[in-house]
């Protein structure tokens, strides 16, 4: 009997739809335990963008997989279909879009708990930007015009998570006040570039496309103290008082990330 490995989610900082090396999608494919894993692109989020699924297919079939795209907007398989098509993938990846309405569409086809058998039983899940947040509890997401906190994820990564931590004006202050304040529960924060794969909600691997990217643990710091602010690829310090009128306080951790391309 093949030995089923653990839940692995992977948050991906970039990919097929931002970055022209597909360095990124290059790694997640030798992550998929199959040397030509079968990988399902979810574009939900984005209202099932014809072009997104597009390019998808344009980059994927190049390489060693056989790529797929699962609408849900326009449909076409039935329940038992959808199932076994589901968890036939050793790879689902989420696109990015609008957070909030993602797991919503989801429910109505009953993809959400699909993903969480799939998952068991061994499929990678994985995306970018909404495709990332969905994994976690709770998330950062601008999916309401104005950056909020949304406690609606699938649950396999505990805590939150935050993408574009370097590359979006305000996410990184939003983030850290959320988290300071206890509307978002501490978490994860990617910079563009980076790649985080985790195994039954631990971190395994952290890579980077970027010099310089990082990805952050934030976590809740002591009462009235954040976490000095720094540049986005800079560590800050935790139990360092905040400037004046500036909530709670954080502790920010950098993760060591290896730059692709070198050996692990």
């Not at 495709?131 to 406690?151: E, I, Q, V, Y």
Request: charged content about 20%; overall charge negative; hydrophobic content about 35%.
């Amino acid at each position: 009997m093949a030995l089923v490995p653990g839940r692995r989610v992977a948050l991906l900082g970039g990919g097929f739809s931002t970055d022209e090396d597909g360095l990124l999608d290059d790694w997640l494919l030798t992550r998929a335990g199959n040397p030509r894993p079968r990988v399902c692109f979810l574009p939900t989020a984005s209202g099932d963008a014809p072009g997104y699924a597009d390019r998808f297919l344009g980059a994927f079939r190049s390489r060693a997989c056989v790529p797929s795209v699962l609408p849900l907007f326009s449909r076409e398989l039935d329940d038992d279909a959808l199932r076994a098509f589901l968890l036939a993938q050793d790879v689902v990846y989420v696109g990015g879009g609008n957070t909030a309405n993602m797991p919503a569409v989801w429910r109505v086809h009953g993809v959400d708990r699909l993903l969480r058998e799939a998952c068991d039983r061994g499929t990678l899940l994985c995306g970018i930007s909404a495709g990332a947040n969905c994994w976690a509890d709770a998330s950062h997401t601008d999916s309401f015009g104005p950056l909020a906190s949304l406690r609606d994820g699938l649950g396999l990564l505990p805590g939150s998570v935050c993408p574009h931590y370097d590359g979006e004006p305000g996410r990184r202050p939003s983030y850290r006040q959320a988290v300071a304040e206890g509307t978002l529960p501490g978490g994860w924060a990617l910079e563009d570039g980076v790649g985080a794969l985790f195994t039954d909600g631990r971190l395994t691997e952290a890579v980077t496309r970027r010099p310089g990217a990082r990805l952050y643990r934030v976590e809740p710091g002591g009462p009235g103290t954040r976490g000095k602010p720094g540049t986005p690829s800079e560590p800050t310090r935790p139990g360092v008082p905040g400037a004046p009128g500036e909530p709670g306080g954080v502790d920010e951790h950098p993760v060591p990330c290896r730059p692709l391309g070198t050996a692990p």
